[in-house]
């Protein structure tokens, strides 16, 4: 006959506070005993899932399409006329709102690229070399026409803060396949010469969805991350014991109260826990051979978007879910002709390189590759003497995707004769969204989170619809 031996509360206490401390630390040690834990909420994907990663290459400012990628024979016949006002009448404009308008035709000429002789700017060499396998959009429209809300628009679908970012909802769907490393990471360089407009982090924010699906930022010099370093004295081994410790009171704290808060901070303290150690062996490129560096045209340490390009392809191999670089200072309200041939240069060859990189690592059939700025620009011309530029414009903006089941060497969609306004195969920023998740196996129009009392969704709920035409 056994006899029951009743533990006090400070034992049980004692016990299983050990017990947590022991998986909070296996967790630390050995993150993939806990790999569960870092999975999506959709389980089972109810469609066919081409891509496994997303990396979203931001040209902030607005690049202009009129001299990158839809060349207009009649707006250069039309140079230094008045835009005829059936195109602008009752419009919305940005800067040039009440003004005199004038046409200003394309500053650069276009060549035939690839065997699909797709039509590219002299500004875009490299990434001519790879017109076979990139799809573009010339029919591409947007809501808003000024810089934060037009890329809260782009990367939420909404133009207010608060909402999720892309990179949110899908780690949040989807989860990460990265042991050690944030699932949704965000870089960001600067073109030489001007003063670009800041970009908030706002922009990867998670919103309404738990705080653990926001974005990471890694920074392109200095240390990537601050406080990465441990203080001197401080071993790896002290420092894993203490986070368990802290981890094992979380863990209790959570079984009481079932705060979703409290398990983000546990995995944070995990997540921030392996970066010490995996962070600075990613972003240490030196190691990548003169071939690869020559490719990219980068060298270690640069913080140039080159080398923030070969570093999403690191992240994509180490299993992150959503890279998103921004590369700033495309605003060229003047100075076109001067600025534009600097930041073209400076994203052209590593654009291909990305791609021939993926390509060659068996990486391009499942990555979704996406080049964008948040809105075009004007046919227009805003300053009539001297170093003119373009205003900002939403009826009209031009972008390409690359890999992960998406037709290779298409242009898609057109604009009007002067390049005003998308007329054939018009799409919205809530189709390329719902193409973006139909492409990673989601359902976009039934992947959504409740928020005060409604289905909020990243594709919207205007009809969105998927962009089937690009699809392969």
């Not at 060349?71 to 835009?83: I, R």
């Not at 990471?185 to 706002?202: D, E, F, L």
């Not at 995995?267 to 020559?294: H, R």
């Not at 290779?408 to 390329?432: C, K, M, W």
Request: net charge positive; charged share 20%.
């Amino acid at each position: 006959m056994s006899t029951f031996s009743p533990l006090t509360r400070r034992a049980i206490l004692s016990r299983t506070a050990q017990g947590l401390g022991g998986v909070a630390l296996a967790s630390l040690l050995q993150p993939q005993l806990l790999r569960a834990a870092s999975q999506g909420v959709l389980g089972r994907l109810p469609l066919p899932q081409k891509a496994k990663r997303v990396i979203w290459l931001t040209m902030a400012g607005g690049p202009s399409q009129l001299e990158l990628f839809d060349y207009k024979p009649k707006l250069a016949e039309m140079d230094g006329k008045p835009m005829p006002e059936s195109f602008t009448k009752g419009q919305q404009l940005a800067q040039l709102q009440g003004q005199k308008l004038v046409c200003k035709g394309p500053m650069f000429s276009f060549q035939k690229y690839g065997r699909c002789q797709m039509e590219l700017s002299e500004l875009l060499p490299h990434i001519g070399s790879v017109a076979d396998d990139i799809c573009l959009v010339r029919s591409m429209t947007t809501e808003a026409i000024n810089h934060d809300p037009a890329h809260m628009f782009m990367n939420t679908g909404a133009q207010i803060a608060g909402r999720p970012s892309m990179g949110a909802w899908v780690t949040y769907g989807l989860g990460s396949e990265a042991d050690d490393l944030p699932g949704f990471v965000v870089m960001m360089s600067t073109g030489k010469g001007r003063n670009p407009q800041p970009i908030a982090a706002r922009q990867w924010s998670s919103g309404f969805l738990p705080s653990k699906f926001q974005g990471v930022q890694l920074r392109s010099l200095g240390d990537p991350v601050l406080y990465l370093t441990s203080p001197s004295g401080v071993t790896r081994e002290r420092q894993g014991r203490d986070f368990a410790a802290i981890n094992s009171l979380n863990k209790q704290h959570a079984s009481l109260c079932d705060d979703p808060e409290i398990a983000t901070r546990i995995a944070q303290y995990e997540m921030a826990f392996q970066m010490q150690a995996s962070v600075p062996e990613l972003m240490d490129i030196s190691g990548e051979g003169a071939k690869t560096l020559e490719l990219y045209g980068c060298q270690p340490g640069d913080g140039s978007f080159a080398s923030n390009c070969l570093l999403a392809r690191r992240l994509a191999e180490r299993g992150t879910r959503f890279i998103q670089l921004y590369h700033r200072d495309w605003d060229h309200h003047s100075l076109l002709r001067e600025e534009l041939p600097l930041r073209a240069k400076e994203v052209d060859r590593a654009c291909a390189a990305l791609i021939k990189d993926l390509k060659q690592r068996g990486m391009f059939d499942d990555t979704l590759i996406v080049f964008s700025g948040e809105f075009g620009r004007t046919p227009m011309a805003q300053g009539n003497k001297g170093p003119v530029g373009r205003d900002h414009h939403n009826k009209a903006m031009s972008m390409w995707l690359a890999g992960a089941g998406i037709q290779r060497g298409v242009t898609f969609g057109s604009t009007d004769d002067l390049g005003y306004a998308a007329q054939e195969n018009i799409t919205t920023v809530h189709d390329l969204h719902a193409t973006m998740l139909h492409q990673l196996g989601i359902q976009h129009d039934a992947f959504s989170f409740k928020f005060q009392g409604l289905d909020a969704r990243l594709s919207g709920v205007e009809g969105a619809k998927v962009i089937k035409k690009i699809l392969a």
